[in-house]
């Protein structure tokens, strides 16, 4: 299995591209089931949770061509399997995202239950409950959902929390329904919109998309587009955080300021010379960031997705931090690796407290969750000798080459097979 090693110590200096957004391009391949001809995406991320909905989508009965790792080009008029299977579905929560598009369009849809994972119980049932407003029949039985309807009817569907992967089903799903659908409480995050865009593209008829009330009038079908996924402000924003720890400047290509204001406030708090224009963002660290408390909501709020990586930051800042994850019931994962590594932290129910400490020493740590490892390597950059991250099939889920794009502004990062260590 492979793993990262990492010295710390080298400043960082240079440019990083950013890849396309997973969280983006996981619905928007799922959206591919919505028609029969083909939808043509570029800037698709190369990851393993990409793969996974690849080989997801192919056992459905997909055609997917890829021109290039980066572009893909899947054409649903032989989809005849309408099933996501828990082998699948178990390696990536994202498969769930396959229950509103198949139910919109071929009228039956057999997904397994996701489950929980190590963030938290991450419970489906707003998706599930939304479906049946639309009219959806939905057992399920032996951990699979079973979904049903002839044809989906438009509904006004007010969820009891903001779920980013429930809004985008249900939008799947009404995109096809008969009638006006309504989401309300819906989730305004960026990905939600790009979504919507793709769709739009497709010949669906959606409003509101980026507020809470999305609209959404039915129509008989879709048709093929060709749709460039957005940029990964995640990818984006845990590449400012390395250099908040191992200071530098680098600047960040293929990327948008705009969907990423809450983490660049708490960044230029912190300390950082941040510019931004047209498609980058520039960072500039020379001294240690100061202590920045956060509080994980919903966008346009601070992003639970960067909680960790804020966390690293805040480990070898000045002054103390609180940090408090309000979104998912276990995520702090990260926490007692990053004591390994001498962080001084205390964890209070969702509330974490971080002392800054004048330095952390490499050691060998592992994660269990994305966010979580990729707290772990940008510590490594700013500690002490050498820090191996173990288990980084976790990083491979969400990051593209994360020791290439690292190694290429001066980290000294490297992959290495079991059998080196
Ligand atoms: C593939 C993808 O886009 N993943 C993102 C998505 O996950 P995901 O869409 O799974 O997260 P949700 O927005 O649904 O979850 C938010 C909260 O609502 C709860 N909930 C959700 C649905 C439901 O039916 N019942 C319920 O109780 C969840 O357990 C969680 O506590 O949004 C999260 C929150 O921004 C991000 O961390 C993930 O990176
Ligand atoms: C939690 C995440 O992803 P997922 O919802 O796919 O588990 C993430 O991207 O940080």
């Not at 008969?178 to 409480?185: L, P």
């Not at 997705?305 to 702090?332: H, K, P, Y």
């Not at 971080?354 to 952390?360: C, E, I, W």
């Not at 990083?395 to 290439?404: F, K, P, T, V």
Request: hydrophobic share 45%; glycine share 10%; aromatic share 4%.
């Amino acid at each position: 299995m492979d793993k990262l090693s990492i010295t710390g110590g080298n400043p960082l200096s240079g440019e990083i591209t950013i890849s396309g957004a997973k969280n983006a391009a996981l619905p928007i391949l799922c959206a591919s089931l919505l028609t029969a001809d083909t939808l043509r995406l570029t800037n698709v991320p190369q990851l393993r949770d990409v793969m996974t909905t690849q080989k997801l989508l192919q056992g459905m009965g997909m055609r997917v061509m890829t021109d290039n790792v980066h572009e893909f080009e899947l054409t649903g008029a032989s989809v005849d399997k309408l099933e996501a299977p828990y082998e699948l579905v178990k390696t990536m929560r994202a498969s769930i995202l396959v229950l509103g598009p198949t139910l919109a369009r071929f009228g039956e849809a057999r997904v397994s239950l996701p489950g929980g994972c190590a963030i938290g119980s991450r419970p489906v049932g707003e998706h599930i409950k939304g479906l049946q407003a639309m009219g959806a029949e939905i057992n399920i039985e032996h951990g699979y959902i079973h979904a049903r309807a002839k044809r989906l009817k438009g509904a006004r569907i007010i969820t009891d929390m903001v779920t980013v992967t429930g809004t985008e089903n249900l939008l799947m799903a009404a995109v096809l329904a008969d009638g006006v659908s309504t989401i309300e409480n819906a989730a305004r995050e960026p990905e939600v919109v790009d979504l919507a865009e793709c769709l739009i593209k497709m010949g669906a008829r959606i409003t509101g998309h980026g507020t809470d009330t999305i609209r959404i009038e039915g129509v008989e079908r879709l048709h093929g587009a060709e749709h460039a996924v957005m940029p990964d402000r995640i990818e984006t924003g845990t590449f400012l955080c390395a250099v908040m720890m191992a200071r530098g400047r680098v600047v960040l290509r293929n990327t948008r300021a705009d969907i990423l204001d809450s983490v660049l406030d708490k960044l230029r708090e912190a300390g950082a010379y941040i510019e931004a224009g047209d498609g980058w963002i520039a960072i500039e660290m020379r001294e240690r960031a100061k202590a920045v408390s956060i509080r994980t909501l919903p966008y346009p709020a601070f992003p639970t997705d960067m909680q960790a990586q804020f966390m690293a930051m805040n480990t070898l800042a000045t002054g103390t931090s609180v940090i408090t994850e309000t979104i998912f019931e276990n995520r702090f994962m990260h926490v007692s690796e990053l004591a390994r590594m001498g962080a001084d932290i205390h964890i209070d129910g969702h509330t974490a407290v971080v002392k800054g400490v004048d330095k952390l020493s490499g050691a060998t740590v592992m994660a269990t969750d994305l966010r979580a490892s990729a707290s772990l390597v940008i510590a490594g950059l700013a500690a002490e000798g050498e820090t191996i991250v173990d288990r980084i099939y976790h990083l491979d889920r969400g990051y593209e080459h994360i020791e290439a794009k690292l190694g290429g502004v001066g980290a000294d990062i490297k992959r290495v097979g079991t059998a080196a260590h």
